[in-house]
């Protein structure tokens, strides 16, 4: 299915970046303790992919550098998806799901706008590589991250 092909594709660039890829789909890695993204190709509001991550990795991605940045750019340009969410949330755009912070930012031009005033959630864009808040009950495919932070 569509999953496995992507995580195909994200053990492959894993691999390049020297990082060890965490997934029951490579249970030969089970050991290295490393940190791995995931493109889940499920449509969710955000809090039922925050729900999903939690259960089934380890929590809705960070991305707290332009490294982990790249990470993700790579992982969702060579799927068949364009926009997924992240963990980040407006309180006041300082935490990721996971409770981890970073001064890195990567807002799309004019964003965060908060329009209408209920945008609390950052998706991110595959086609730009920027984030812009929206409302959170949008549904998108998402990124959760396994492994060690
Ligand atoms: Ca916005």
Partial sequence: GPYSKVSLMVFLKVLTIHYTCFDSHFPLFKDSAAMSYN???KKMR???????CRRHHKDLAHVRNQEEKD????IIQNSTETIAWTGFYRDPWAFWSDSS??????WSNGQPDNFELNQFCARFSGLSGVWDDVVCGTK??????SGEV
């Fill in 39 to 41: 493109l889940v190709m």
């Fill in 46 to 52: 955000w809090s039922n992919a925050q729900a999903y």
């Fill in 71 to 74: 990470i993700i750019f790579n």
């Fill in 101 to 106: 912070t970073s001064n890195f930012t990567n």
């Fill in 140 to 145: 998108h495919p998402f990124f959760c991250y």
